[in-house]
């Protein structure tokens, strides 16, 4: 299981020009780049671990986009590269939960 840092598409525009633009103590909050679309991203927990990932990257820039683990709350949560689809799944380096991404609070910009 090899993990790459998060990465998501617009909900509103599809494209990845997409920033964090707050920090973990208030939201989670981010905004495109292009369309100037915000919306938060959050977690649903899958399933436990059962061994250990190949390696850890390192903590990704305060800027890419992050979400909260739904077991722990922390914010080391990587896409698991091998997984395929719309429903992608991500690991939580914290706690070792399988998780699944969730877009929420969608706002075209105005």
């Known amino acids: 299981m090899k993990l790459v840092p ?11 020009n997409v920033v964090y633009s707050c920090n973990p103590t208030c939201c989670f909050n981010h905004v495109c780049g292009d369309c100037y679309a915000t919306f938060e991203l959050a977690t649903a927990i899958v399933d436990a671990l059962a061994g250990e990932p190949e390696s850890i990257p390192p903590a990704p820039d305060g800027s890419n986009p992050t979400a909260p ?42």
């Open 6 to 16: 998060l990465a998501v598409q617009c909900p509103h525009c599809g494209l990845r």
């Open 69 to 110: 683990c739904a077991r722990c709350g922390e914010c080391v949560v990587f896409m698991i590269e091998d997984a395929e689809g719309a429903d992608k799944r991500l690991l939580c380096t914290s706690c070792k939960t399988i998780l699944q991404l969730q877009i929420e609070n969608i706002e075209a910009a105005r």
